[in-house]
């Protein structure tokens, strides 16, 4: 199962067990928080040196930030899959971006939505939902 973790402002994330969360949980991570009125994403992640340089200078010691790191139930191993996604019924034109800013809500999910989990599908059951 996917692993969701949350870092609260004003709390430093703990790089060793973000570190834990990537090794358990290695088929592709990704990251989220709102500025200004939009939520920022970041994803695409297979190797857990490339999210930590790429958090880590962003400076977001007073933001929420939430963090996906996924196992994969179904679906490909690619940046397609990697959550988060935005929240908006068009969400395949936006799989391909590693870097999106989105005026719509995002999500991460962990778990498996049994309809939607094809077998041979490219899509994961969170695409599908």
Do not use: Q
Not at 48 to 75: C, M, Q, T
């Amino acid at each position: 199962m996917c692993i969701i973790a949350v870092k609260w402002a004003d709390v430093s994330a703990p790089k060793d067990v973000l570190a834990t969360c990537f090794e358990n949980n290695p088929d592709g991570a990704g990251y989220m928080w709102e500025d200004g009125g939009k939520v920022h994403v970041r994803k695409g992640f297979f190797d857990f040196e490339e999210l930590w340089k790429d958090y880590e200078p962003r400076n977001l010691l007073n933001r929420n930030v939430v963090f996906h790191f996924r196992i994969a139930s179904s679906g490909n191993v690619d940046v397609n899959n990697c959550h988060p996604f935005p929240v908006t019924p068009d969400v395949k034109k936006y799989l391909k971006y590693r870097t999106l800013e989105s005026g719509v809500p995002c999500l991460c999910h962990n778990g498996v939505i049994s309809e939607l989990s094809f077998a041979g599908s490219k899509y994961s059951d969170t695409v599908l939902f």
